[in-house]
């Protein structure tokens, strides 16, 4: 066996991360889940023969997790919770506690969306419309609350451009009988007119307020504050980023430009040459919402306006947060 920690980590890591890089595994709740389950796993795995080369490895295994993608919070925050409460003065006791804390807070993570979903239901009135940008869980469940309640919501769903996540909204939707408006992200500021509320979800919420997602959620916020529609935003206290309360700022993902220009219309618009440099693509993945543009945070501990979440912040985080291996 050799004594380096990354080399000790074991192939259902790899893969988990892997699919996480590759989006196979997305939106920010769903990463957490996967994150804390494959700290499990590599516990569970883990042939270590001292509690040091265990927790060595299960904190390589985390860093490997966490270089995935930098914007979703909620990734450093459950490797955190999971690797903060490991104890015990034996492999076998932390292998156990490990165990322990990682379902616990997968536990933790499906009740807080469903006690999110119905406070964020009570902001939807029977007959109410909403419009929806990319794919989120909180969101969705805020959705499927009200439903439960007897409403009949219907949807605009935007489309989402590049990857289309909009598509992903609209399936899960339909399934549970939900009208739904398909557009293209051009046509939102046309379609606010029949709409009650705009309902995004988050991948991280900053100190100030701010509220980081799927890229265009900011465009559509401002839209949405000139057409007089609410602006909602879906978050567990999973996605309140605690680097921000040190003024830290949160870092935009850059995806890859394939996911917007494909290599045949890229030769076409350089005349088929591959070394023109001078045809740039960028494709962030992600754009803060300033916090004067959204109504209401939505959380499983209740809904907060979006400037005062900075004490909820401090509640839960103290001031002194590191990464998760240290
Ligand atoms: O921006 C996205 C997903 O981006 P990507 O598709 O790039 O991961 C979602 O709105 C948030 O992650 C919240 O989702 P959830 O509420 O499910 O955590």
């Known amino acids: 066996m050799t004594d380096e920690p990354a080399e000790r980590i074991v192939p259902a890591v790899h893969d988990t991360a892997e699919d996480i890089a590759s989006m196979e595994i997305r939106g920010a709740a769903t990463i957490a889940d996967a994150a804390a389950g494959a700290l499990a796993t590599q516990a569970e795995a883990s042939t270590a023969e001292t509690p040091e080369a265990f927790e060595a490895e299960l904190k390589a295994a985390a860093r490997r997790l966490y ?17 903060w409460d490991m104890e015990g003065g034996s492999v076998d006791a932390l292998r156990e506690s490990v165990a322990e804390s990682a379902a616990g807070f997968q536990t933790d993570l499906a009740e807080a969306q469903d006690r999110l979903g119905r406070i964020g239901a009570n902001r939807l009135r029977d007959g109410d419309v ?3 940008h990319c794919h989120s869980t909180d969101a969705l469940s805020c959705v499927k609350a009200a439903l439960d309640q007897g409403k009949d919501i219907s949807a605009v769903v935007k489309e989402t451009r590049p990857r289309k996540q909009g598509h992903i909204t609209a399936e899960q939707l339909r399934e549970w009988g939900v009208p739904v408006t398909l557009v293209v992200d051009n046509a939102a500021r046309r379609y606010l007119e029949r709409v009650d509320h705009v ?27 000139d057409r007089g529609v609410p602006i909602m935003v879906a978050a567990q206290t999973i996605k309140l980023h605690p680097g921000t309360l040190t003024g830290h700022t949160v870092e ?71 990464e998760p291996w240290e």
Do not use: C, H, W
């Open 67 to 83: 270089e995935t993608r930098p914007t979703a919070v909620s990734l450093p925050n459950a490797l955190r919770f999971v690797l």
């Open 199 to 225: 309902l995004v979800g988050a991948d991280s919420i900053a100190a100030d307020g701010s509220v980081i997602n799927k890229i265009g959620t900011s465009g559509l916020a401002v839209n949405a504050r």
């Open 130 to 132: 909403v419009m929806t």
């Open 252 to 322: 935009i993902e850059n995806r890859d430009e394939s996911e917007v220009l494909e290599d045949a219309e890229r030769d076409r618009i350089t005349g088929g040459d591959p070394d023109d440099a001078d045809l740039v693509v960028e494709n962030p993945a992600f754009d803060v919402t300033p916090p004067r543009y959204v109504d209401a945070i939505v959380t499983e501990r209740g809904q907060f306006p979006p400037e005062s979440i900075v004490t909820l912040m401090r509640e839960l985080f103290g001031t002194d947060v590191g």
